[in-house]
């Protein structure tokens, strides 16, 4: 079946560092893709959002960027904090196409870990 | 503030006692979902409710019902837990659907033995 991944289960960083979270799909219908943010003991936070209009949108530190060609979706985060360590997921919406079946798809999530 | 409440936080149960755990938002959204989280195999939807009276199946239903009868609510529950779910839940929310951020509630950790 259709599903999300990721190509790094673990990513560490020096504090100060750009890091990079990479997520493939597969669902070439899918169109709207979502970043989220899992801390210890919490729920999933929203990071940033992007339509598949577009390949490129800024949020604040971050940014994800959108090829449709090869079915890739990363994030990136610039200056890493401490802070930012937590499980990082992707995911897509596979209720595309103009209707809002609400169907999120989530990738397994990458360990982000970030050394002072 | 708007959020999304899940209770309890943490709940252990034994198999076949049934049991519900609530769900409530407060921005009015008409979706709303269910995911189970487990480890490697991420967040995975078990119900979702487009509105009101409306609700469907989403990755993994068996053994869990819900209800959607007023706006704000969306409880989970199991008429008959067995061990096969202990996990992390959590409820969601968002606006219209898959194409708006989902708002997740804070986790119910539920242990069945």
């Known amino acids: 079946g259709e599903s999300v991944g990721l190509h790094l289960p673990t990513l560490s960083v020096q504090e100060g560092d750009n890091s990079i979270i990479n997520c493939a799909y597969s669902?070439?219908?899918?169109?709207?893709f979502i970043w989220y943010k899992q801390e210890s003991g919490k729920g999933p936070q929203f990071i940033i959002d992007?339509?598949?209009?577009?390949d490129k949108r800024q949020g604040q530190r971050v940014t994800v960027l959108l090829n449709k060609t090869v079915k890739h979706l990363s994030l990136q985060i610039a200056a890493t904090q401490p802070g930012d360590s937590a499980v990082y997921f992707c995911?897509?919406?596979?209720?595309?196409?103009?209707?809002?079946?609400?169907?999120?798809?989530f990738g397994q999530g990458t360990i982000l870990t970030v050394h002072p | 503030e708007a959020q999304v409440t899940q209770n309890p936080r943490y709940l252990i149960t034994v198999t076949g006692k049934k049991l519900t755990v609530t769900c409530s938002q407060n921005?009015?959204?008409?979706?709303m979902s269910w995911y189970r989280q487990d480890p490697g195999l991420g967040l995975r939807q078990i119900y979702y409710?487009?509105?009101?009276?409306?609700?469907d199946k989403g990755d993994v239903p068996e053994g869990y019902k819900v209800s959607r009868k007023e706006k704000r609510n969306f409880p989970l529950i199991l008429e008959s837990p067995s061990p096969n779910q202990t996990s992390l839940y959590f409820c969601?929310?968002?606006?219209?659907?898959?194409?708006?951020?989902?708002?997740f509630g804070q986790g119910t950790r539920l242990t069945v033995v």
């Open positions: 921005m009015n959204h008409e979706y």
């Open positions: 995911a897509e919406n596979i209720g595309a196409g103009g209707t809002s079946y609400g169907k999120l798809t």
């Open positions: 409710s487009m509105n009101v009276e409306v609700t």
């Open positions: 992007i339509r598949s209009n577009m």
């Open positions: 669902n070439s219908a899918s169109d709207y």
């Open positions: 969601a929310s968002s606006f219209n659907g898959g194409d708006t951020e989902a708002f």
